[in-house]
């Protein structure tokens, strides 16, 4: 079983930078509200370490592009299953040219988990 993100979970891009999610979900764990993928996609991402360089091609991650899995199949919130500490997918950042999909999460919290 996976652990729920709430507002109060880590999510990161592969280069320590910090996504900031959103919710306004119902649905809440000790007083935060459970993350769906339209809390993550599209939000910013702040402290990456990438350096933008255009004479290698890196791109400092500034945003979610995409989250590609980690979405729960039964357990959902407002119709939309709530997001996973299984979370895939990536970021607008590139290193020497190639697009980096890396971004994880940590719930921080074991009273709710799904699959």
């Known amino acids: 079983m996976a652990g729920v993100l709430t507002t109060a979970s880590v999510v990161t891009c592969g280069h320590s930078g910090t996504v900031s999610t959103s919710s306004s979900a119902k649905l809440k764990v000790s007083g935060n509200p459970v993350v769906l993928k339209v809390g993550v996609q599209g939000k910013s991402v702040s402290g990456c370490l990438t350096v933008t ?11 979610v592009a995409t989250v590609s899995s980690g979405e729960a199949v039964k357990l959902k919130a407002g119709g939309q299953g709530v997001i996973l500490d299984t979370l895939s997918g990536g970021t607008n950042g590139t ?21």
């Open 53 to 63: 360089d255009p004479n290698t091609g890196a791109l400092q991650c500034s945003l």
């Open 95 to 115: 290193v020497g040219g190639l697009v980096q999909n890396l971004l994880s999460a940590t719930a921080g919290q074991s009273k709710l988990t799904a699959k």
